[in-house]
């Protein structure tokens, strides 16, 4: 039989390499930015004031809706759909290095 001999090491393109570090790390607050942004609020405002000293409502913020989804979903819930996302941010990557 033929030997197919690969290459001792293949290069991963730093840009890449960078984009999906990236995107992996702050992964979990572009969740909970797309979850506010549909309008999902599990949280209640919570009541505050203005500069002015009138009282207002004031939503959860990202770093409360991760904490939210951590202890609703575990910490592995957090990265839910990071997958797609990776896999996506690749083809990318590929389809316009290539084009």
């Given at each position: 039989m033929?030997?197919?001999?690969?290459?001792?090491e293949v290069p991963i393109p730093t840009g890449l390499a960078l984009?999906?570090?990236?995107?992996?790390a702050f992964h979990p607050f572009e969740y909970s930015k797309v979850l506010i942004q549909l309008g999902h609020e599990p949280?209640?405002?919570r009541n505050t004031?203005?500069?002015l000293g009138r009282p207002a409502l004031?939503?959860?913020?990202v770093f409360q809706y991760c904490g939210h989804i951590?202890?609703?979903?575990?910490?592995?819930g957090?990265?839910?759909?990071?997958?797609?996302?990776?896999?996506?941010?690749?083809?990318q990557h590929l389809v316009?290095?290539?084009f």
């Open positions: 033929n030997n197919i001999e690969l290459p001792a984009r999906l570090g990236a995107s992996f949280l209640a405002p004031k203005t500069l004031a939503y959860p913020s951590r202890k609703r979903d575990g910490v592995l957090m990265w839910r759909g990071v997958t797609p996302k990776m896999l996506s941010l690749a083809v316009g290095n290539k």
